[in-house]
């Protein structure tokens, strides 16, 4: 099956500083890539959705200019929380377009 | 508002028994329905996968069995193990959206040794 790979897997950041998630789809081309965030014992919340080569579009209640999306290439698309907090702490998932909608490993975020 | 609604919330189910996960959706425009299963602390992994033009997908010991008409499907495996116990959801979308997924609320599946 499709491979997307995201990194990284864990990471812990202080309040107030920004962190970037990589979400690669490794063999093949992704002109879409879905974002979305999960919370303990809860189903997944999309966040936004990132074409490539355009301006990503956020679902309701989504702050843009917190969770910043960039989609440069048919293979990258990054996440990055800018100026974190605590209540920024979840998992945050990927997935690429594809028949299937092919998810990457998840990223658990920790803001102290 | 909640489009696809998933049952039960858990499941423990006894090794070599079946497991069945129900999922109803409301939006006919729907035309493609996977399902998920997740372990604790990694993303989704597809498992099968079903379009609306056909009432029943097989898989080894995953099935899918889906009704047009009551707007339902579900899961269901076979000879349940172990290695099975982990969080299965369900979802739907329409092809013309590109694989955005509406995801159910999610079971969490205990297969007992």
């Known amino acids: 099956g499709a491979v997307v790979s995201q990194h990284p897997s864990r990471v812990i950041c202080k309040s107030g500083t920004s962190v970037k998630i990589e979400c690669r789809s490794l063999?093949?081309?992704?002109?879409?890539m879905f974002w979305y965030r999960q919370f303990p014992k809860q189903s997944l919340m999309l966040m936004a959705t990132?074409?490539?080569?355009?301006?990503?579009?956020?679902e309701q209640g989504v702050e843009k200019d917190k969770f910043l999306i960039n989609h440069a290439s048919l293979t990258l698309s990054t996440l990055t929380v800018t100026s974190a907090h605590p209540e920024d702490s979840s998992f945050y998932i990927c997935?690429?377009?594809?028949?299937?909608?092919?998810f990457g490993q998840g990223t658990r975020l920790t803001v102290v | 508002q909640q489009q696809v609604k998933q049952s039960p919330q858990s499941l423990i189910v006894q090794k070599g028994g079946i497991s069945i996960i129900n999922c109803a959706y409301e939006?006919?425009?729907?035309?493609?329905f996977p399902w998920y299963q997740q372990f604790p602390g990694k993303g989704p992994a597809l498992l099968i996968a079903?379009?609306?033009?056909?009432s029943e997908k097989k898989e080894g010991r995953f099935t899918i069995s889906f009704n047009k008409s009551a707007k339902q499907f579900s899961l269901h495996i076979m000879d349940s193990q172990p290695g099975d116990s982990a969080t299965y959801f369900c979802?739907?979308?329409?092809?013309?959206?590109?694989?955005?997924?509406?995801f159910g609320e999610g079971t969490q599946l205990t297969v007992n040794p």
């Open positions: 939006n006919t425009a729907f035309d493609y």
């Open positions: 063999d093949f081309q992704a002109t879409t």
């Open positions: 079903i379009r609306p033009d056909v």
């Open positions: 990132s074409n490539e080569g355009s301006k990503a579009t956020y």
């Open positions: 997935s690429a377009r594809r028949v299937g909608a092919f």
């Open positions: 979802a739907a979308s329409k092809e013309t959206s590109g694989s955005r997924l509406t």
